[in-house]
């Protein structure tokens, strides 16, 4: 029987992470996997057309499903949202085997040639997240939810690569205040909004937020967690 493409390019990546901590994400460590995984030069090609890098953003990938099937094993029910959203960040660094790749994976993605992918990848974890929690926003808050997520798992991310605290806690406490920074800002907004003298500074940006729609939404997903406040 042929293998499926997924299914060598599975081989190719677990061929690959022997390498990339010595090579990192580059055409050595393509051309290494091909050798160790015996597939086809011009298979892998078609299978990876940008070599390395479609094989560090298959690694991000199965991060992602880690992270998404750990959330949904658990029960973060008894947590509050701002909770739930610290335990998906924690999850997703949790899923990481070796701090090396991905520390690898950083220098590559900050290339210029490559930070669209990057900054792409970082935006679909913090999609997954926010999809996986429940949120059903469809206006200017389904973006800034994103983006602001992006922010503070990018800068834990960062921050967690030079940890060597136990068991990583200076990583989750820096995660922790990261948040509550974000809930802070959250807060500052809400009590503009019920002033009667500051109110009218926010009609143009909530007018706004008003015709701003989210992309067509996936179908929903089997055992989604609903926000709790």
């Known amino acids: 029987m042929t293998e499926s ?12 992470l022997a390498h990339v901590p010595f090579d990192g994400w580059s055409e050595t460590t393509f051309r290494a996997a091909v050798a160790d995984a015996g ?9 990876c057309p940008r070599g390395a890098v479609d094989l560090a953003l298959a690694y991000h ?9 750990r959330l949904r094993a658990e029960d973060l029910s008894a947590l509050k949202f701002r909770d739930r959203i610290a335990a998906a960040v924690r999850f997703r660094l949790e899923a990481v085997e070796d701090r090396e790749v991905v520390r690898r994976g950083v220098t590559l993605f900050a290339l210029p040639a490559h930070a669209g992918e990057g900054a792409r990848a970082i935006w679909e974890t913090c999609d997954k997240i926010w999809t996986a929690l429940g949120d ?5 808050n389904w973006y800034t939810k994103r983006a602001t997520l ?80």
């Open 136 to 140: 059903t926003s469809d206006d200017v």
């Open 39 to 47: 597939i086809d030069d011009a298979v892998a090609r078609a299978i």
């Open 150 to 229: 992006a922010g503070v798992y990018s800068s834990t991310l960062l921050y967690w690569l030079g940890d060597g605290s136990p068991g990583h806690q200076a990583t989750w406490d820096f995660l922790d205040r990261r948040i509550a920074d974000v809930m802070l800002v959250e807060k500052l907004k809400a009590q503009v909004r019920q002033n009667p003298l500051l109110k009218p500074f926010m009609a143009g940006p909530d007018w706004l937020a008003r015709q701003i729609r989210p992309p067509a939404r996936m179908p929903d997903l089997p055992g989604r967690l609903s926000p709790r406040d």
């Open 5 to 16: 493409f997924d299914t060598a390019r599975e081989r190719l990546l677990d061929a690959a």
């Open 61 to 69: 990938a199965h991060g992602d499903a880690a992270m998404l099937a």
